[in-house]
């Protein structure tokens, strides 16, 4: 722990309590969620669209179902029961071999109780200048707790069905066209009392002097909801900042007199099976989980064809190439393998129509094969920018 006054997780979540009232109330008059309507095209409705572009953001209420929820929950209990019970052991806390350790990049990242690991360094491209609280844990709890989890399409058969959802999928096509893309995936799981902080950021990387630059081009975050989420553990934004390019976020913490419960942010509270859009170049964070409750976001992201076409990877596993035709292909794929997976559970359900794999929808079937061949270490094909 880095920070300089040891503050107790009694005192973080009090100093909570007025921020989360204030960022209520403003979320409240700004509004922008309700349910996600299509027009008779698939696209989404263009006042939610007016609405996305102008803030950054859209709350979609209720659209994944009970039962699915409760499946994704049940799947990711089982992923955190079968998690290696430290973070470099092989085996799990049953003394069974650790689930995951077969794909290339393991599927857990870890971090200390209450702990913001990127906060003030230079990982991931730097982009959070600012350390969060860090509170101190209560004294029973565990060394290590698990931050993120990677690779869901691959891990879980719900996941890789949810990744094919058609009225996501709808969403991607119209915010990033026909032909969009992939970013990652990432599922946020915050402990009551352990869950650690995501550090103010902008998630772009490698767009921001682009000639060509615009509000759309770093892309958008979807987040599936698995549990009511409140302003103590929720993803908080600052409606409008996607708009102006680079945020200096030293100097907004600075003039909020070093605090980091930064003036005009908005909670993203949800219930069960309500999804976020969040654009990447909004200025967002969350704060160390002090309270009683779980949050666990089924995070993935989608971009446009054209911002990630020849652009060199930032975030990513193998950052140093660049994107070219083949490997977004390789990438994309996953949707269309993720689309029959979800068709061949859910047959009465209307299939998302992937553009780019219009005409070779044979090729990319859910199977054993395209399992191996398309499903197995695709994370490793990540186009992060
Ligand atoms: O959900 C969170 O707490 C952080 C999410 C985030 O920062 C992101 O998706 O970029």
């Known amino acids: 722990m880095?920070?300089?006054v040891e503050l107790s997780a009694a005192d973080?979540?009090?100093?909570?309590?007025?921020?989360?009232?204030?960022?209520?109330?403003?979320?409240?008059?700004?509004?922008?969620?309700?349910?996600?309507?299509?027009?008779?095209?698939?696209?989404?409705?263009?006042?939610?669209?007016?609405?996305?572009?102008?803030?950054?953001?859209y709350v979609f209420e209720n659209v994944i179902g009970a039962a699915e929820v409760d499946e994704l929950r049940r799947d990711i209990d089982g992923l955190l029961e079968r998690a290696p019970v430290t973070r470099d052991a092989t085996v799990d806390k049953h003394g069974k071999p650790a689930v995951g350790t077969e794909f290339t990049r393991p599927p857990f990242t870890f971090i200390k109780p209450l702990s913001d690991p990127w906060g003030g360094t230079k990982l991931l491209g730097g982009?959070?200048?600012?350390?969060?609280?860090?509170?101190?844990?209560?004294?029973?709890?565990?060394?290590?707790?698990?931050?993120?989890?990677?690779?869901?399409?691959?891990?879980?058969?719900?996941?890789?069905?949810?990744?094919?959802?058609?009225?996501?999928?709808?969403?991607?096509?119209?915010?990033?066209?026909?032909?969009?893309?992939?970013?990652?995936?990432?599922i946020f799981v915050k402990q009551p009392g352990l869950g650690g902080s995501v550090a103010w950021h902008q998630d772009g990387v490698t767009h921001w002097e682009s000639p060509d630059w615009n509000i759309g081009i770093h892309g958008f975050n979807f987040q599936v909801q698995l549990y009511p989420t409140t302003p103590q553990n929720c993803l908080w934004v600052v409606p409008?900042?996607?708009?102006?390019?680079?945020?200096?976020?030293?100097?907004?913490?600075?003039?909020?007199?070093?605090?980091?419960?930064?003036?005009?942010?908005?909670?993203?509270?949800?219930?069960?099976?309500?999804?976020?859009?969040?654009?990447?170049?909004?200025?967002?964070?969350?704060?160390?989980?002090?309270?009683?409750d779980l949050r666990v976001s089924v995070t993935f992201g989608f971009h446009r064809y054209q911002s990630v076409l020849g652009a060199k990877g930032a975030l990513s596993q193998k950052s140093e190439e660049a994107y070219d035709a083949q490997?977004?292909?390789?990438?994309?794929?996953?949707?269309?393998?993720?689309?029959?997976?979800?068709?061949?559970?859910?047959?009465?359900?209307?299939?998302?129509?992937?553009?780019?794999?219009?005409?070779?929808t044979d090729a990319f079937r859910w199977n054993d094969e395209t399992r191996e061949r398309v499903i197995r270490d695709y994370n490793l094909n990540d186009l992060a920018i």
């Not at 058969?157 to 009225?167: D, N």
């Not at 996953?334 to 794999?357: G, L, M, T």
Request: aromatic share 6%; with cysteine; proline share 7%.
């Open 2 to 4: 880095t920070n300089a």
């Open 12 to 57: 973080h979540a009090a100093s909570m309590a007025a921020y989360a009232e204030t960022g209520l109330r403003r979320a409240a008059d700004i509004g922008n969620r309700g349910p996600l309507r299509l027009n008779d095209a698939g696209r989404l409705a263009q006042d939610i669209l007016d609405a996305y572009w102008k803030h950054g953001f």
């Open 127 to 186: 982009r959070h200048p600012h350390q969060m609280l860090q509170p101190k844990p209560a004294a029973d709890a565990p060394e290590d707790v698990v931050y993120l989890i990677h690779g869901m399409c691959q891990l879980l058969e719900s996941g890789l069905r949810l990744y094919g959802h058609p009225q996501l999928l709808a969403v991607a096509a119209s915010l990033n066209g026909e032909d969009f893309v992939p970013f990652n995936d990432a």
């Open 240 to 292: 409008g900042t996607h708009e102006h390019g680079r945020v200096d976020i030293k100097q907004r913490i600075a003039d909020n007199g070093g605090s980091e419960q930064l003036p005009g942010a908005v909670p993203l509270v949800c219930n069960p099976g309500d999804v976020t859009i969040v654009n990447r170049q909004l200025l967002h964070g969350s704060f160390a989980n002090t309270s009683p």
């Open 327 to 360: 490997r977004i292909d390789d990438r994309a794929a996953v949707i269309q393998v993720a689309i029959d997976a979800r068709a061949q559970k859910y047959p009465d359900e209307q299939r998302f129509d992937y553009a780019p794999f219009r005409d070779r």
